[in-house]
């Protein structure tokens, strides 16, 4: 196998990713430096197609009172899944939230609404908590403290497809630019059993508007029975791992339930009150579990806008270390992520071997200190130079930008 295919697990920890230890707890990772960076960089990107798509971001809290989940139904159908309420000394109950949509509820029906703002974008890359059991935790795909980048769209009920088909091109888009693949998609659908809200009517409404937005959407899939949320069904967008096991990565849901519960309102342009529909949609669903296809597909070899040093730098002799800190210093300040590699740490083959998931490796020799340029390495084993050191940082600089999974100009 190649280092593609490596577990996820065992590469992050080589790599320096991340780790996890047993005084914080199990399926309680904590993310080092290098990984802070990929994380970051994927966060920049959702926040940033989301600006672009005509999202609003908001911050809420990780904890509610109990009544909220109560209100929501979290309590009643999802009580197995919850860390158990923290009981203050005047007998308040607060609850670490499962799920951002009970607060986003919330917001939503903080002040008056009308038909204009429809489609209402809410869009909040939180945290949120599941008490999962030890047995099923593993890595960063089964975790208990998710940073989750959710949105939730209030819309009318004319809107809901047009705005499923929305969310499902912002997925292929962002699959597109991380340079993974989807393995399928999936129409999740309740199963038998009382874990699900009893509204035969709604159920049918939602999984029609769903199934109409694949269809337009040209996208094949199949129905999943038992897979839906607890108040309404959803397309699963599923990836696999290198051995072949699934995952949900990311997720666009129809709910009628909860703003029927929080008595969710809008005016309508015949000035009467409307309940809108919520559309609970995921593009890359949680970080952990993004980072760790990532991982698993590129073997540690990221995007170069995601790779946690996109440039190293090499001088040949330590006599053109200041040459190799003076080119760092450029692609700082051209906000590229850099390291320096100094003769200390090996000969020049060596360093290249040790950093060669590095996309570019910028090596400063006498020829290239004395004329202000570097000679580019690729990680792909293409060269270039010597190039001026401001040439080279604006191509660096210009794919890391354009957030493509190649490594120069013209590259696919």
């Given at each position: 196998m190649g280092e593609a295919q490596h577990d996820h697990r065992g590469l992050g920890r080589r790599l320096e990713l991340f780790d996890t230890d047993p005084l914080i707890g199990a399926g309680l990772p904590y993310?080092?430096?290098?990984?802070?960076?990929?994380?970051?960089?994927?966060?920049?990107?959702?926040?940033?197609?989301?600006r672009r798509a005509g999202y609003q971001h908001v911050y809420s809290p990780v904890l509610g009172k109990r009544e909220l989940y109560e209100l929501s139904g979290h309590w009643s159908h999802y009580a197995d899944d919850m860390f158990p309420p923290m009981v203050l000394p005047d007998g308040e109950q607060l609850l670490l939230r499962p799920s951002l949509c009970p607060h986003h509820a919330v917001i939503f029906r903080s002040r008056a609404r009308s038909y204009r703002e429809l489609p209402l974008r809410m869009a909040e890359l939180g945290a949120m908590f599941r008490a999962e059991l030890s047995g099923v935790l593993g890595g960063l795909t089964r975790v208990r403290a998710i940073q989750l980048n959710d949105a939730h769209l209030f819309c009318?009920?004319?809107?809901?497809?047009?705005?499923?088909?929305?969310?499902?091109?912002?997925?292929?888009?962002?699959?597109?630019?991380?340079?993974?693949?989807?393995?399928?998609?999936?129409?999740?659908?309740?199963?038998?059993?009382?874990?699900?809200?009893?509204a035969p009517d709604k159920w049918r409404r939602a999984t029609a508007l769903l199934r109409r937005a694949l269809e337009e959407a040209g996208l094949p899939h199949e129905a999943a029975e038992g897979e839906a949320a607890f108040y309404g069904p959803k397309i699963d967008v599923q990836v696999a791992d290198a051995a072949g096991r699934e995952a949900t990565l990311s997720t666009v849901q129809v709910d009628l339930h909860q703003p029927e519960r929080f008595g969710l309102r809008y005016t309508g342009p015949d000035g009467a009150g409307h309940r809108p529909v919520m559309v609970h949609r995921a593009v890359i669903g949680s970080v952990e579990r993004a980072v760790a296809q990532l991982i698993e597909v590129h073997g540690g070899a990221f995007p170069?806008?995601?790779?946690?040093?996109?440039?190293?730098?090499?001088?040949?002799?330590?006599?053109?270390?200041?040459?190799?800190?003076?080119?760092?210093?450029?692609c700082r300040a051209a906000g590229l992520r850099v390291r320096v590699s100094g003769p200390e740490r090996g000969s020049l083959g060596a360093r290249v071997r040790q950093d060669r998931l590095v996309p570019y490796q910028a090596v400063v020799g006498e020829r290239e200190a004395a004329s202000g340029a570097v000679a580019l390495r690729l990680r792909d084993g293409r060269r270039f130079g010597p190039l001026p050191q401001a040439e080279a940082v604006a191509r660096i600089r210009a794919v890391a930008e354009a957030r493509v999974t190649g490594l120069w100009e013209g590259d696919r």
């Open positions: 993310w080092l430096p290098d990984g802070a960076a990929v994380r970051h960089a994927l966060e920049e990107y959702i926040r940033d197609a989301e009318t009920l004319d809107q809901v497809a047009g705005e499923a088909r929305a969310a499902l091109e912002m997925i292929r888009d962002a699959y597109r630019a991380l340079g993974i693949e989807a393995a399928r998609y999936r129409l999740s659908l309740p199963g038998p059993g009382g874990k699900y809200v009893a170069v806008w995601l790779a946690p040093a996109q440039v190293v730098v090499c001088a040949v002799s330590a006599a053109q270390a200041d040459g190799a800190e003076a080119f760092a210093a450029r």
